[in-house]
Antibody, heavy 119, light 106 residues
């Protein structure tokens, strides 16, 4: 069974930094493209960032470009999101989400980690 | 950026009724559209991919149709567990989600 477990969320002041992690198990992590998707409290879903299976291709939403950095360590079956210059509008539940075999949509999801940006 | 507009925002129906949800794209996304279901406190679940293909394990009462800019998710006969929020998502140009449709018990 595929499991994605996020961690690293918490309360941070505006302008601060946080690093999120996503630990994957139950499948060959290194074969799958990964994403971060967030959901502000009571709001809809927003795609944040994508990374290819090898890590060579990366994309960001305009709202986080230049502030967030996605990375992965295939040896550790882990995905990361380094978030700098955080703003109040970054407050959200952050999900890691995986594509699956030949399916370029979000097929596997974690349960999310909550990031709150507030003074 | 491709904007996806979902309607209605809320759909009030009774179990056993048919639900029809709409998703309209600001420009053509071909068939690169998916539908997700999200229940309170849970992560979204993929229902339909590439406009009309059910994901693994999704019941046959869920069906998707459309192409280009207009898409529909139909639930043929609502079960109690189907009351939830539904999102559409496109992958034709970057990745964007619609604002969601809440299907609630009438």
């Amino acid at each position: 069974e595929v499991q994605l477990v996020e961690s690293g969320g918490g309360l941070v002041q505006p302008g601060g930094s946080l690093r999120l992690s996503c630990a994957a198990s139950g499948y060959t992590f290194s074969s799958y493209e990964m994403n971060w998707v967030r959901q502000a409290p009571g709001k809809g879903l927003e795609w944040v960032s994508y990374i290819s299976s090898s890590g060579s291709t990366i994309y960001y939403a305009d709202s986080v470009k230049g502030r967030f950095t996605i990375s992965r360590d295939n040896a550790k079956n882990s995905l990361y999101l380094q978030m700098n210059s955080l703003r109040a509008e970054d407050t959200a539940l952050y999900y890691c989400a995986s594509y699956s075999d030949n399916l370029y949509y979000f097929d596997y999801w974690g349960q999310g980690t909550l990031v709150t940006v507030s003074s | 950026e491709i904007v996806l507009t979902q309607s209605p925002a809320t759909l009030s129906l009774s179990p056993g009724e048919r639900a029809t949800l709409s998703c309209r794209a600001s420009q053509s996304v071909s068939s690169y559209l998916a539908w997700y279901q999200q229940k309170p406190g849970q992560a979204p679940r993929l229902l339909i991919h590439d406009a009309s293909n059910r994901a693994t394990g999704i019941p046959a009462r869920f069906s998707g149709s459309g192409s280009g800019t207009d898409f529909t998710l139909t639930i043929s006969s609502l079960e109690p567990e189907d009351f939830a929020v539904y999102y559409c998502q496109q992958r034709s140009n970057s990745l964007t989600f619609g604002g969601g449709t809440k299907v609630e018990v009438k």
